[in-house]
């Protein structure tokens, strides 16, 4: 399957990706789509699909993560899609739908960064909106019991620790790998696949120097595939499975509180010392 990691524009760019079929297939409906994705993404638990809202690209929602898939569900699309005739940035709403106390923070950073790309600014999301979020309330998970397999170290060794539970084909997995690393924190990271990305935490996993190998696989960059002991990343997705992870980046801190999305640093560095999220 074929990854991207970048926003799409709409109108003209996703019909060259797709084809420029401006109806779907015969055969594409909903439930045909999450059949063949079914197929081609076991370890994932595809909540719905829709095929109705864009033209070429069906919406995926798995839990709390939202992607794009064509009707042949061989292409996935991780990313943002804009609208540019009428300027609005079409994800954004849809995440805030789906999750808005685990995400605000990261659609909030998204949608800065997107203005020039999208060549001009997106519709931001609503401050009323974004006020009228519940504030989460904060879980615990005990990762004591995880064996140190399956785990990749890396960060500052005399840093309060920090376990994320990651996908590499995750966007807010990216950046919050990118801001970790920026502090002073031990990282535990722990790969689990929700977007398929099992052979490529293999890869990562088997690797001889697995923090860099963490870096080359968010930047996109091909690994050679390795051999070893990958029981451990089974133990994480089992993990994942009896504690109903299905979105990433989830976040936990030395004393089991658990944060599920990104959050900009300042929000981490509080968090990480015992504050609220």
């Known amino acids: 399957m074929k990854i991207w990691q970048k926003s799409l524009i709409v109108g003209g760019l996703v019909g060259g990706i797709l084809g420029g079929g401006a109806v779907l297939a015969a ?5 045909a789509v999450a059949a063949r994705l079914k197929a081609r993404l076991p370890n994932t638990q595809i909540s719905s699909v829709d095929c ?11 839990g709390k993560t939202l992607f794009y898939t064509d009707s042949s569900a061989r292409y996935l699309v991780v990313g943002r899609v804009y609208d ?17 106390e685990t995400l605000l923070g990261g659609a909030a950073r998204s949608e800065q960064q997107s203005e020039d790309f999208a060549g001009a600014a997106a ?9 009228a979020a519940p504030a989460p309330r904060p879980a615990k998970l005990d990762v004591s019991k995880l064996s140190t397999s399956g785990a990749i170290v890396w960060g500052r060794a005399n840093g309060p620790t920090v376990t994320i539970f990651t996908d590499f084909r995750c966007g807010y997995c990216r950046q ?10 031990r990282v535990i990271e722990r790969p ?3 977007l398929g990305s099992r052979d490529l935490a293999n890869r990562v996993y088997c690797a001889k120097d ?13 690994l050679p595939e390795g051999r070893c002991d990958t029981s451990g990343l089974d133990a994480n997705e089992a993990f994942a499975r009896e504690h109903r992870l299905s979105g990433t980046p989830v976040i936990v801190r030395a004393d089991g509180t658990m944060l599920e999305g990104y959050r900009p640093r300042d929000v981490l560095e509080r968090w990480i010392a015992g504050g609220a999220s």
């Open 27 to 31: 055969g594409s409906s909903n439930e």
């Open 52 to 62: 109705s809202k864009l033209s070429g690209l069906c919406e995926v929602v798995a």
């Open 84 to 100: 540019m005739e009428a300027r609005q940035d079409l994800t954004a709403p849809r995440l805030l739908e789906i999750n808005p």
């Open 123 to 131: 519709s931001p999301v609503p401050a009323a909106a974004a006020s």
């Open 176 to 185: 919050l790998a990118a801001t970790l690393e920026q502090m002073n924190v």
């Open 192 to 194: 689990i696949s929700i």
């Open 210 to 222: 697995k923090a860099s190998a963490v870096r080359a696989a968010y930047a996109g960059e091909a």
